[in-house]
């Protein structure tokens, strides 16, 4: 298993600005993963990071709106670039072990005005 | 195109009763299937993983079953308790990547 955490926790944000999320995990991971869960909605993959390489990123997303950041096995960053009240959403990370499965975060919760 | 159903928004049981959940999909042909539980405010949390080659899978009072022939998974709650309010996911792994249902938020009465 794999214990993540993630920075902030919630932030509330004027439309225009961007924002960073930090990803952090107990272990060394190979892919690291970045999901969007709108509200009422399901969880939508943004992006898949690998370390040492550009990120490889979902249709309808892109790497100006959305740039990724993986400096080592064990960190990530997501920023969310010159937001809009559409970005409000839960941003969460996870990571894949060995089995498959993945292990979220908490989760962090924007709300853009 | 792709999608995947998951039979309700919500589930409302009795304590003690077996909750059972659907998830369809169709062009998709995952390689495996999972399971995962989300509670408000809180990320999801993996439960059962089975491959498609597995019929069921089983983990405690949780039991999964798998059919690619009809593209559908059941996911069942034995003996439901309180404790197992909560929505839940069906996810496909396609590759590595994995695309998830819309979730069945399933309550259970005491």
């Known amino acids: 298993s794999a214990v993540i955490s993630q920075k902030p926790s919630r932030d509330i944000c004027q439309r225009g600005t961007s924002l960073t999320i930090q990803c952090q995990v107990d272990?060394?991971?190979?892919?690291m993963f970045w999901y969007r869960q709108q509200p009422g909605q399901s969880l939508t993959l943004i992006a898949t990071a690998n370390q040492g390489s550009e990120a490889t990123y979902e249709s309808g997303f892109v790497i100006d709106k959305f740039p990724i950041s993986r400096p080592n096995l064990t960190f990530s960053t997501l920023t969310v670039s010159n937001m809009s009240p559409e970005d409000s959403s839960i941003y969460l990370c996870s990571v894949e072990s060995g089995g498959n499965e993945q292990f979220f975060g908490p989760g962090t919760r924007l709300t853009v005005l | 195109s792709q999608k995947i159903e998951q039979n309700s928004e919500a589930l409302n049981i009795q304590e003690g009763k077996t909750a059972t959940l659907t998830c369809n999909y169709t062009n998709y042909s995952p390689a495996y299937l999972q399971w995962y539980r989300q509670d408000p405010g809180r990320g999801p949390v993996f439960l059962l993983l089975i491959r498609e080659n597995e019929k069921e899978k089983r983990k405690e009072r949780l039991k999964v079953t798998f059919d690619t022939t009809l593209k559908q998974s059941l996911f069942h709650i034995t003996a439901s308790q309180p404790a197992d309010s909560a929505t839940y996911l069906c996810a496909l792994a396609s590759d590595y990547k994995l695309s998830f249902g819309a979730g069945t938020t399933v309550t259970v009465r005491a």
């Open positions: 272990s060394q991971v190979t892919m």
